[in-house]
C-alpha cells in the first residue's frame, strides 16, 4: 500500500486560562473510521482507502487543548484493501503494517502542526523541545 494523500480537515487550538504551575501534555492519535475511496490518478482508476483520524494534544491542567482532524489516503490492490475494510468493518482493527505507516505519517504532519498552533495562542509546544546543556562544556579533563 502506498500514501498518496494526507489534508487536515480540523484544525482547533484553545487556551483557556493563564499558565501556572507544572503543566502536563498527553498526546493521542486515533483511527476512526475507514473506508473505501475510488481515486483517479491520471487516467487510471484505483481502489483506495480513507482512515480518518483525529490527533490530541489535552494539557493538565486543564489551561487548553488542541485537536486536529483528517485524513490519510492509501491506494493498494483490491484484495489487500477488501481485506483491511472487512477487518475494520467487524472489529474495528487495522494491520499493524498499515497502521504503522498511518500513524507515522499523522504524527510527522500532526506534531509539527501542532506546536504551530501552540504558539499561535501562547501554550507550551506539545513535544519536548530541544535543550542545550553548557553545564562542563568549559571544563577541560
Given amino acids: 500500500m ?15 486560562t493563564p499558565l501556572k504551575g507544572k503543566i502536563n501534555i ?7 473510521d475507514v473506508h473505501k475511496a475510488d481515486l483517479s490518478l491520471g487516467d487510471a482508476k484505483q481502489e483506495g482507502l ?13 489551561v487548553g487543548n488542541i ?3 483528517g485524513d ?4 493498494g490492490d ?6 483491511i475494510l472487512d477487518a475494520w468493518k467487524k472489529d474495528k482493527q487495522v494491520p499493524s503494517e ?15 502542526e501542532a506546536l504551530l498552533m501552540s504558539r499561535e495562542v501562547n501554550l507550551p509546544p506539545p513535544i519536548p523541545m530541544p535543550k542545550v546543556n553548557m553545564e562542563g562544556a568549559g571544563k577541560k579533563k
Fill in 2 to 16: 502506498t500514501i498518496v494523500g494526507f489534508n487536515f480537515t480540523k484544525i482547533h487550538v484553545e487556551k483557556k
Fill in 50 to 62: 480513507r482512515y480518518v483520524f483525529l490527533f490530541t494534544s489535552t494539557y493538565d491542567p486543564d
Fill in 98 to 112: 498499515e497502521m504503522t505507516a498511518i500513524l507515522n505519517t499523522v504524527l510527522a504532519k500532526s506534531n509539527v
Fill in 26 to 32: 498527553s498526546n493521542n492519535v486515533s483511527i476512526k
Fill in 78 to 83: 483490491k484484495a489487500r484493501t477488501k481485506r
Fill in 67 to 69: 485537536e486536529l482532524g
Fill in 72 to 75: 490519510v489516503l492509501f491506494i
